[in-house]
Structures are given as structure tokens and as C-alpha cells.
């Protein structure tokens, strides 16, 4: 290995590391809000590759029906569950949220992907079909388990990344695709040659890293998911509805699992289950942060990146074997450090 190809190595293992960035704050920001460590982070980074693919291919993607059924299934279930969302107010209000927003996207979708508009339509709106299971998911799965214990919610967390994957595998298929690169356009630097995918990739990560710094500590939503993250029932005394911050976790994991997708869709091919590897290496940045810390878990994240790149030049055939052992000594150090804590206790 020499100078340039170590160059080349880094630059991958950043571009990487930035993805791995965002799936690590989201997993931070679930589990600090909900208590429950999201297996099923990775599905939103390959059902939005695959949703922008087939919106490019001009295929009305199976996102937009799925999205439809989860807000068909979360009304049904509000109504069954919560006397409180028959009344006509609250009705009309879900029936909106639930079954009007999916109808409309269905819609839009039906018009777009024909079209073939471009990347400039065709990106927010698989984001935008994306979004929304997260807040039909958490209501559907993990809201009426908010007292469960942590192994109870990995279980279910579990159970619906295994859902989650059979989805992926009935509306997409077994075959990987790959979408198209936003720009053509290459940066040099020297001896190296930044693409312009890539270039996407670290300018709209540090944008969202800089968004999600000033959400939590300027914005009235922001702070309340910082309180209930440091004291759940404190938050719940003072008046912040932890059940509503949960939701809002939930939509903003998802959110930026399906904009992590469509970053990545154009320079890997992404398969339906190939969400889970990736949203895994996006989970041991966070258990190196401690699963509590942004900062931490975002340089981690950087690290992984580099660890991998470095990995897949030494020794690709082990390269996955040599990421996932960064967490044993982090594991060991924690367990050695911190006592041990019975969950009635907490």
C-alpha cells in the first residue's frame, strides 16, 4: 500500500463512515427517546434506495402500498385501542394523518414515476414515502409496549425487522439495483478525484448533523426530546408527552435511514436485505457512543468507515469479522467501568 492508495482508502472509508453517521444518531436518538435499540433501522436505508430506483425506472415503487397499509392498519388499531380517537375531532384529524397522506403519495407517485421527473423530484419523494412508517410503525409495534423492559422491546424490535425484511423481499424482489449518480462532476484534489456522489454524500451529512444540533437545542420539539431522554417521567411531569416524542423518534429514524439510501443507492448495489448489514455498522458506532452519545457515536461512525475501507484492502474476506470486533474491547471497558443496574431500579 502506498501514499495514493491509502488516499483513495480514507476518501472511502469517510464517504462510508458519514452513512454510518447518520444511522448511528438515529439509533441513539430512538433508544435515549424510547428505550427500544432499532434493529430495523437498516430496512429504511434499503427501502429508500429501492423505492428511488423504481421511481427512476418509472415503476410506481412498493413503498407507496405499503406505506398505505400501515396507515390503514395504525387507524384500525387507534380506533380499537384509544376510545379518545372516536371522537370526531381526533377522527377527522387521523384520518388525514393516516389515510389521506398515504393516498395522496400514492397518487403523486402514480404521476412522477412515469415522468420520469429527475433526481430533484424523485429524492424527496422516496424520502417522503419513507418517512411515514416510521410514525405508523412505532405506533403499531412499540407504543403499547412504552412500559415493556429493554429485552422486551429488542424482541419486538426483532420481530419487526424480520416483518420489515419479508416486505422487502415481496415488493422488490431478490435482484439488486443501483440508481443513477445525482452529478457527474468530479473534484480534483492532487491525486485524488473526489466523485460528485460522493461529494453528496459529506455535504448532505454535515447539513443534517448541523440541522439535528440545532433542532435539539433551539426548538421547542428539540428540547423535548432531550428532556425525555435524560428523565422520562420527569418529562412526563412537567407536561411533555412522551408518547408523541416517541413518535417523533421513530419519524425522524426513519427519515434519515431512507435519505441515507438514496445517497448510497448510486454508488453500491443494494439488495432488499442489505439494509441490515449496513444499519448494523451504523449500530456499532453507537454502542461505541455509548448508545447515549451524539458526538461520540458520529466519530465512531468515521472510524468504522476508515476500519472497513482499510479492512477491505488488507483482508476483504474477513473485512466484516474485523468491524464488528471494534466493539469488544468498547463492550469489555463498559462492562468494567459501570455497575450493574437491575431495570426496576432504573
Known sequence: MDSTIALFLAQDGITNGAIYALLGL???????????????QGE??????????????????????????????????????????????????RAVSD???????????????????GPWVNVPLAVA????????????AFRPLAQATVLTLLIAAVGVHLVMLGLGLVFF?????????????????????????SLWVLGVTAVLIVALWYAFGHTLAGKALRATSINRLGATLVGIPTAQSGLIAFVLA?????????????????FYDSGFLIGLKGFVAAIIGGLVSYPISAAAAILVGLVEAFASF???????????TIIIPVLLWQSLRSGHVDEEEE
Do not use: H, W
Open 26 to 40: 438515529s439509533l441513539v436518538l430512538v433508544f435515549t427517546v424510547t428505550r427500544v435499540i432499532f434493529i430495523p
Open 44 to 93: 429504511f436505508v434499503a427501502y429508500g434506495a429501492l423505492t428511488l430506483v423504481g421511481l427512476e425506472t418509472g415503476v410506481v415503487p412498493g413503498t407507496a402500498y405499503l406505506t398505505l397499509v400501515l396507515g390503514i392498519a395504525a387507524f384500525c388499531v387507534d380506533l380499537v385501542r384509544t376510545p379518545d380517537s372516536r371522537q370526531p375531532r381526533v377522527l377527522i384529524t
Open 99 to 117: 389515510l389521506g397522506l398515504p393516498l395522496a403519495l400514492l397518487g403523486v407517485s402514480g404521476v412522477v414515476a412515469p415522468a420520469n421527473m
Open 129 to 140: 414515502l419513507v418517512a411515514p412508517m416510521g410514525a405508523y410503525i412505532y405506533r403499531l
Open 173 to 197: 424482489g431478490a435482484e439488486g439495483y443501483r440508481a443513477t449518480p445525482f452529478t457527474d462532476v468530479n473534484l480534483s484534489l492532487g491525486v485524488m478525484d473526489l466523485g460528485g456522489q
Open 254 to 270: 426513519a427519515t434519515l435511514g431512507a435519505i441515507s439510501g438514496v445517497l448510497i443507492a448510486p454508488i453500491t448495489t443494494i
Open 314 to 324: 488488507e483482508a476483504s474476506s474477513f473485512k466484516e469479522v474485523i468491524v464488528f
